[in-house]
């Protein structure tokens, strides 16, 4: 395993890179107590999927899952989110007690509860939804985050109602709510249930707004369908990580509508921030201070 | 409304079309032979198209439902306008970019009332069709209707959604004006409306193309529509991989009107003329009507804070999961 490289292929690699090196001193990493985790690159070697750059899993992690050499933001987790974000890595998740049922016994290759069985053995994930609260730089805040990893991110009811008691909690407790999406758009599976989650979670925004609580959307690559036609889109602010997918209809709909190829950097958040849909991009490893700022600023 | 043999018919509609061919070959049999009266036999075959609409629609698949739906002499939001309102005055235009003609709007007198009536338009014919984009509308069709909805609101007058749309417009320059956020707000400002909001799905009802117009105090479905997440062929190619499940698709969905009002997901059915909105079109007009001024009653009696809050607590409650029994719920920190 160790020897993907011998010792010359490694130099020729070094110079072709010029970045990387065998001695890097390496700080005690700011992720360390989160182990194993799901959607983490696995094995001990990572290939940038933009530009082929090699590192390894524990140079990347010590990096935020950002490529060092073209800053592509890797796909992560709502784990990796939350120790990004929340001071020493201390959180308490919150509404972890519900989980999606199959009430419409809906079939396509295999059944929905099928398909939630396999990944509840899977991974420890209840479902694409993660809800937190915590400290951002001694600020308090709560944080929904969704895991691709669960049915692509998809909005189905148990999302609908994780997001509503995040957000009756900042109400209760007078916390600003951000939630990071990462998602394909609604859970089919939950037919018009999960359509019915964008009113459900407008409602729910509807209620901050009159309370006077920022509500943060950040979007992450890919974000999709009922996610950004709700929530997604309707931030006090708006920002998204750098090359994210953001975008209603996917890529392969639009071309098979329009028949033509999709003009390239379309549906990025470079894309979006120029049409005037986004606040402003940010790099991961700017999140957890601009957000301890824009807390500060909405408050004083 | 189209007459035979303008009426155009549906596979499964094929046993009417065929009692028609009948009428037909009898009258023309009547006036070869005057001395023989047809009429008893022809009045019998008429009553009997009745029956044969009734007894079709009354085992219709979901799929069949969906193709009711789409019926291509099926009455669109104009013709409604026409049958039950006086006095339309369309109003074009999102006062920002354009002017979109999947999303029509504007004031009308409903009843002795001035009401707002906004909805997606669909074309009888090609050309039309393709003006009206097949009723998907584009970012400027969902910000027209938000500015006819503030429109109305401004001057306390209800509101009337008419959805009839297969999705929204899922094209390149939809993208870049942000179909997304166009939807999304319109969701975000229909729940805190201070007006009645009444919501009918008088055709299609797809996604969030259908939602960005369709919260309300009261949704409500007509008898022969569909409303769901996504439409068969679309959840047909995504989860199947191919677009020959639709069948099963429409099936899985539970898209039927009957189920959406068992769910409690729709507020009521509206009942259509014996076979589909689309054999009368003044008689569909009139079971709307009904329909709407009875809600608009009920609704009207409530302030708008109270309907406001009743909108927000019932999409609230739409959804449904289990408790995880052996997980303990950990005690929210404080520190």
């Known amino acids: 395993m160790d020897n993907i490289f011998t010792g010359l292929e490694e130099d020729a690699h070094q110079e072709e890179t010029g970045r990387r090196s065998w001695f890097k001193r390496r700080k005690k990493g700011i992720l360390t107590t989160t182990a194993e985790k799901k959607e983490t690159p696995e094995g001990l070697w990572n290939k940038c999927p933009e530009c082929n750059f090699i590192s390894t899993t524990s140079d990347l992690k010590e990096a935020l899952f950002v490529c060092a050499k073209c800053n592509y933001h890797h796909r992560i987790g709502s784990d990796e989110y939350f120790d990004i974000i929340f001071d020493e890595q201390v959180f308490t998740e919150m509404f972890d007690d519900i989980r999606s049922v199959d009430m419409l016994h809906f079939t396509d290759l295999k059944s929905y509860q099928k398909r939630l069985d396999d990944i509840h053995s899977k991974t420890d994930l209840k479902d694409s939804m993660r809800v937190a609260t915590g400290n951002v730089n001694g600020e308090g805040l709560v944080v929904a985050c969704m895991d691709f990893e669960f049915i692509g991110g998809s909005l189905g009811s148990v999302m609908g109602e994780k997001f509503s008691r995040a957000v009756d909690y900042c109400i209760a407790n007078k916390l600003p709510f951000m939630v990071i999406s990462k998602s394909g758009g609604a859970r089919m599976m939950e037919s018009a249930f999960s359509l019915m989650q964008m009113a459900k979670t407008s409602g729910k925004l509807s209620q901050l707004a009159d309370a006077q609580l920022p509500y943060f959307s950040l979007l992450t690559d890919p974000t999709f369908g009922g996610i950004s036609a709700s929530f997604g889109m309707l931030g006090d602010l708006n920002f998204a990580e750098p090359g994210a997918l953001i975008g209603f209809a996917g890529p392969r709909v639009i071309k098979e509508t329009i028949k033509k190829d999709l003009p390239p950097g379309f549906q990025r958040s470079e894309f979006l921030i120029e049409h005037g849909f986004l606040d402003f991009i940010l790099d991961r490893k700017d999140l957890k201070n601009k957000l301890s700022q824009l807390i500060t600023l909405f408050r004083n | ?335």
Request: glycine share 8%; aromatic share 8%.
């Open chain 2, 1 to 335: 409304m189209p007459q035979y043999p303008n009426r155009q018919f549906l596979d499964f509609e094929q046993p009417i079309k065929d009692l028609y061919e009948q009428i037909e070959q009898t009258k023309k049999l009547a006036e070869k032979n005057q001395k023989i009266d047809y009429s008893s036999t022809i009045s019998q075959l008429e009553s009997s198209i009745v029956d044969k609409r009734k007894e079709i629609t009354e085992h219709l698949t979901p799929w069949q439902r969906v193709q009711l739906s789409r019926h291509p002499d099926r009455p669109y939001m104009l013709k409604y306008i026409e049958k039950m309102t006086t006095n339309f005055i369309e109003c074009h235009g999102d006062r920002n970019f354009a002017d979109d003609k999947a999303m029509i709007g504007g004031f009308a007198d409903l009843d002795g009332e001035t009401v707002m009536l906004i909805g997606q338009q669909k074309g009888h014919t090609t050309k039309m069709r393709q003006l009206r984009n097949f009723g998907m509308a584009k970012p400027e069709g969902y910000r027209k209707a938000l500015r006819l909805m503030r429109l109305a609101e401004k001057f306390d007058k209800p509101i009337i959604t008419f959805i009839d749309t297969p999705g929204a417009y899922p094209g390149l320059e939809g993208e870049e004006r942000g179909q997304g956020e166009a939807i999304a707000r319109n969701i975000f400002e229909m729940i805190r409306l201070k007006v009645p909001v009444i919501c009918i799905i008088i055709g299609e009802g797809a996604s969030g193309g259908a939602l960005g117009i369709g919260v309300g105090d009261r949704v409500l479905m007509m008898e022969n529509t569909w409303y769901t997440v996504i439409s068969p062929e679309g959840c047909s190619s995504i989860l199947w991989r191919s677009v020959d499940k639709k069948e099963t698709a429409a099936e899985q969905l539970k898209l039927t009107s009957i189920d959406m009002k068992g769910f409690g997901l729709v507020d009521e059915i509206v009942p259509e003329p014996i076979g589909g909105a689309h054999w009368d079109y003044v008689e569909a007009a009139e079971l709307l009507k009904k329909v709407i001024l009875t809600n608009l009653k009920e609704i009207k009696k409530h302030s708008p804070k109270v309907r406001i809050n009743k909108r927000i607590e019932k999409f609230g409650k739409m959804g449904f999961w289990e408790a995880i029994p052996t997980t303990e719920i950990p005690a929210i920190a404080s520190e």
